[in-house]
């Protein structure tokens, strides 16, 4: 008898220390990702009782860090080559699929100036250089071009619009698109290049106003999700579950196309869907 409650106790003990240890997996996502996954992963909770933990920060150092062994289960690129180079390098189960494709725009703080044209989205941007040679600065921010998706396109459409080399002494760098969002409605900033997701987010839509940037004045901002070799079947299930209907409602409601957009005029070798 002693030993059959010995044994009751010790499966039970088990039970506790399995269910205590399953935690919920960790998701690496883009930063213009932050209001529509957590929508999204709060709906997959509701909708199955399984959870994710979301981490939001720029793809390139999600990138360097799954390559260096970082325990994420699902990584959400806003762009998809870096899906690819860690598929290359045998760190995911395979390509994964591209789930959508991003939008820039110009964001600027509601009430802040007259807020460009689409004809002219970058007009704010001219008057900031402008007002600088009479003494008066006002910056402008971006991502960091040199690990965020988003920081590319907007270098690309500052290229675009030969205002490259004229907005050094006014740009600031967000981490990722995130936190340049938040630069961008700060009191001494003139505005931003950032992510549609994001101008379209509660508790931004509110106190901000934007315009399109076209897409052909940077390359498509193609975002690809993969599961990583250690995914769990939670893990598992929330991949597929985004690639389902309401998952893909919920990307269309933030202003993320569906994957294969693309408006034409912009032609970079590498760019598109890869073979």
Known sequence: MR?????????????????????????????????????????????????????????GNFRRQIAQGAPFELYLSADEAYVLALHEEGHTRD????????????????????????????????AAIAAQASGKRQRIALANPEHAPYGVAAQQALEHAKLWHETAPLRVLGENVSQAAQFALSSDTRGGLVAYSLAL??????????????????APLNQRMVLTQNASETATAFYQWLQGEKGRAILRDYGFQEPGFQEPGFNVPGFGEPE
Do not use: C
């Open 95 to 126: 390509k994964g699929v591209r789930y959508a494709t991003g939008r820039l725009v110009w964001l600027q703080p509601k009430g802040a100036g007259t807020l460009p044209s689409e004809d002219a989205p970058l007009a704010a941007i001219e």
């Open 3 to 59: 030993a059959l409650r010995w044994l009751a106790t010790f499966a039970l003990s088990v039970m506790f220390t399995a269910t205590a240890s399953a935690k919920p997996p960790v998701v690496a996502a883009a930063s213009d990702l932050q209001f529509a996954l957590s929508e999204a992963a709060e709906t997959f909770a509701q909708q199955t009782g399984e959870r994710v933990r979301l981490n939001f920060g720029s793809s």
């Open 201 to 218: 987010a509660p508790g931004l839509a509110d106190k901000s106003d934007y315009v399109l940037i076209p897409a052909d004045w940077h």
